[in-house]
């Protein structure tokens, strides 16, 4: 057995009852064929606390109408609740107006609206797109889309052997014929904290909008939009304790104006005929059609919960259970951790000599471990690495040290099976 | 698709007794059994791994989930397999189930290996039940647990997949092609 370190763990627990909070996770007092969950693919997608599926089954129980629509008591409610909602979100990141703040179906979505919204309007033939090689598929493709329709270019700032981005390659990318930035706040396939401050400045310095992923920092640190200043902000309600079928778009008030519509439809007009529509405002115009209501107000009781906790505090347990692990893991002979950034958030991702990362994940879901393998729809950081996949361990507020150990004890049962 | 395996098929459990019919189930006896000493044996030194110089036949699999890649080589003599070789890099599981397949279809003619990639497939997606149907698969029974494990299937089939399209002169085959033939539906992984 690992010793676990006991005075980090009481200096901890004064601080951080991470017993109680896993009280609130109904799921994770599953056992997994016998053995309890020790679910580590939070990166992927985290797990719901009881308050937010209260208020999921509150909602469709005694709340649920359409939206913006009709003058009946229930509608009425239902408006009130999702826009409420989006004040919470709004207060979350800190966003200046909550118009400021447009619900997609996730991160992806959010990320399209911004290429058909801002992309197709003001990027041209021979402009460039500057991304990173550490960028999940989502805030590739979409970019390619427009590049080849456009005649654009991508341009992509490559990152050193520990998963850090190469800073001053990134500066090099600049010329006058740079449009956009695109770059995630933290890697998903790797942790890496990338300098999104310096960064936006640099482009915003060059005249140059900055749109950032937020899809794996957004759940784990203190995120707030006007200290970063970036023009547009994603992530997703799923891996925040939130439902699927959610996300969030942040983009300045001014950007968001200037931007066309991503899709026609209903809510997202003033006026219709078959000669002229007349858009709404903003966020409305990019809120086509009946949205997900009550993942919207999921997603604001997911905040709340995790604002009640404290972001600060999420960060600094989950950055124990990293550091913890990463010690764990340089100890054992044969394992390598691929994604050593001296700033990371709680991804670890890791191979074991001579075993597929298929094998491992097989191996450690027979002991209720549960992690990632594969490329993490980020083939260009695996081809950085020359590797095909990786196992990824990833770890949120809910996880103790004890999950820790069951990790590391079963990567000693896989090199035990394959030696 | 209706063939995904429920929860309780799957060992899924609740901690508490409320819970209790759903608790300490297991019927994953198969796939717990997977990595068992004969797959082990073939992971660690695949039989009639490399290429053949002069194939008559080949092709290329390839898993994009996973990025498993295998290339197969095979000589055909007539009807029957003279010759077969693999490469590539995989899965312990998908290594495997490429170096039985040449150990067990070489020598054999290709009616014969066209009936166990049938059985295989069969076997693997839950459709053969080894233990009371008719097959010839022998020994290839270790795999029968990758039925418990959706995202694993394609790993022992890939292999399968390449001798079909071997035989039929196909390019390169991928175990996510919809139009393959010899596409398996893996529930709803």
């Known amino acids: 057995m690992t010793a676990i370190p006991t005075a980090l763990k009481s200096r901890r627990a004064a601080a951080f009852d991470v017993e109680r909070i896993r009280a609130d996770f109904p799921i994770l007092k599953l056992r997994i064929d016998g053995k309890p969950l020790v679910y580590l693919d939070n990166a992927a997608s985290s797990q719901m606390p009881q308050p937010v599926i209260d208020r999921l089954v509150r909602y469709q129980t005694t709340q649920h109408a359409n939206i913006h629509r009709a003058v009946h008591t229930l509608s009425e409610t239902a408006t009130s609740e999702y826009e409420e909602a989006r004040r919470k979100l709004a207060r979350f990141i800190n966003a200046r107006e909550e118009c400021e703040v447009i619900f997609t179906s996730g991160t992806t979505e959010s990320i399209n609206l911004v290429m058909h919204g801002y992309g197709r309007k003001f990027i041209g033939t021979g402009d460039e797109i500057i991304l990173t090689t550490l960028e999940h598929h989502s805030n590739i493709v979409p970019w390619q889309m427009l590049a080849e329709e456009k005649g654009a270019k991508i341009r992509v700032a490559p990152i050193n052997d520990a998963g850090e981005l190469l800073v001053d390659e990134y500066e090099k990318l600049f010329n006058e014929r740079t449009k956009f930035v695109g770059v995630m706040h933290v890697s998903n396939a790797l942790g890496t904290i990338n300098p999104i401050k310096h960064m936006i400045a640099f482009a915003h310095a060059r005249g140059v909008p900055v749109l950032i992923d937020g899809a794996q920092a957004a759940p784990h640190m203190h995120v707030d939009v006007q200290d970063l200043d970036c023009d547009f902000y994603a992530f997703s309600g799923h891996k925040l304790c939130g439902p699927t079928g959610i996300g969030i778009l942040f983009g300045k008030a001014a950007a968001l104006e200037r931007m066309q519509p991503f899709k026609g439809g209903g809510d997202m007009i003033l006026s219709v005929t078959f000669e002229k529509t007349t858009y709404n405002t903003i966020p409305h115009k990019f809120e086509a059609g009946t949205p997900p209501i009550a993942a919207a107000i999921g997603l604001g009781a997911a905040v709340d919960y995790l604002s009640a906790i404290g972001m600060d505090k999420i960060a600094a347990h989950e950055l124990d259970l990293l550091n913890y692990a990463t010690e764990q893991v340089n100890r054992m002979p044969g394992v390598r951790i691929i994604g050593t950034a001296e700033k990371k958030a709680a991804v670890l991702s890791f191979q074991v000599e001579g075993v597929h990362p298929h094998d491992v994940g097989t191996l450690l879901n027979q002991d209720g471990v549960a992690v990632r393998t594969g490329h993490h729809c980020a083939q260009p950081v695996m081809q950085r690495f020359g590797i095909p996949a990786t196992s990824r361990a990833s770890f949120a507020f809910y996880n103790t040290l004890a999950e820790v150990d069951a990790l590391i004890a079963g990567i000693r049962n896989v090199q035990k099976i394959f030696g | ?189």
């Open chain 2, 1 to 189: 698709m209706g063939k995904a395996p429920s929860l309780r098929a799957r060992g899924v459990g609740f901690h508490t007794s409320t819970h209790s019919p759903f608790s300490r189930v297991s019927t994953m006896a198969d796939s717990k059994q997977l990595y068992q000493e004969v797959i082990l044996d073939h992971n660690r030194k695949p039989r009639n791994y490399g290429a053949l110089d002069n194939a008559s036949h080949k092709a290329e699999g390839h898993n994009p989930l996973c990025g498993d890649h295998l290339s197969l080589t095979l000589n055909l003599d007539g009807e029957r397999i003279d010759g077969i070789a693999f490469r590539g890099e995989s899965c312990a599981i998908c290594k495997a189930s490429a170096s039985m397949m040449t150990a067990t279809v070489k020598g054999k003619n290709r009616a014969d290996a066209e009936t166990l990639i049938q059985e295989f497939r069969d076997m693997a997606t839950g459709k053969l039940d080894w233990q009371k149907q008719p097959h010839h698969l022998g020994r290839l029974t270790v795999f029968a647990g990758v039925r418990d494990l959706p995202t694993r299937v394609k790993c022992a089939i890939l292999p399968w997949h390449t001798l079909h399209a071997a035989f039929n002169a196909v390019a390169s085959t991928s175990t996510e092609a919809e139009d393959d033939p010899m596409h398996a539906p893996i529930g709803d992984a």
